[in-house]
C-alpha cells in the first residue's frame, strides 16, 4: 500500500468516526461500505494480477520467454467512463496482452454501466477476438467474483473467472504467430 493509500484510509477512518461522533449514521455507514468495497476491489484486483503473473512465470521456467512489467496508477477507459487501477504487460516476441483493472477514483471519472465493484480487460494486442472484459461483482453470498465476457466476436455468456481462462490467454500470448 502506498503512502498516498494509506494516508486516504486514514482520513476515511476518521471522517468515519466523526460522522458516527456526531450522530450521522448516513455518513458513516456510506464510509463503511465505501472502504469495505475498496477493500474488496484491491484484493480482488491483487489476485487477478497475481494469477497472471504466476502463471506467466511457471511458462517461462518451462522454456518460454514473457516479459512482465506492471504499472500502477493506470488509467483506461470503458465507455465514458475512466477506470484507475494496474495494469500487467506480458510480452513475447511480436505478441502482447495486457491485463487492465480498475474502478472509477473520483466523480468526475463516472462510474460503471451495468453494476459491478471493479472493471478488468484481457486485451491481446492484434487478436480482438480473444479480449475479454471482467466485471467484479458480489455474489450472493457476499463473496467477490470475477466474471469474465467476450468483448468481440461470438457473444459469450457471462461465466465465472478461474484459473483455466488464465491459462488459455497464456496460451494464446505463446501460440506460434506464423499459423
Known sequence: MS???????????????????????????????????????KTASKWLLGMFAT????????????????????????????????????????????????????PRDGFIRGGGLAIGHLKHLGIKSANEELRLVLRSNGTPSWIAQKKHGAPLEPQEFHEAIVRNHIAILLADSRK
Open 3 to 41: 503512502e498516498l493509500e494509506e494516508a486516504w484510509a486514514l482520513a476515511l477512518a476518521k471522517a468515519e468516526a466523526h460522522a458516527r461522533a456526531a450522530g450521522r449514521t448516513d455518513i458513516s455507514e456510506y464510509l463503511a461500505l465505501r472502504s469495505s468495497n475498496d477493500l474488496i476491489r
Open 55 to 106: 502463471a506467466a512465470g511457471e511458462a517461462n521456467r518451462a522454456g518460454a520467454s514473457i516479459n512482465i512489467s506492471t504499472e500502477d496508477g493506470h488509467r483506461f477507459k470503458v465507455g465514458n467512463a475512466s477506470m484507475v487501477g494496474s495494469r500487467l504487460s506480458l510480452g513475447s516476441g511480436v505478441r502482447m496482452l495486457l491485463v487492465e483493472v480498475g474502478w472509477p477514483r473520483l
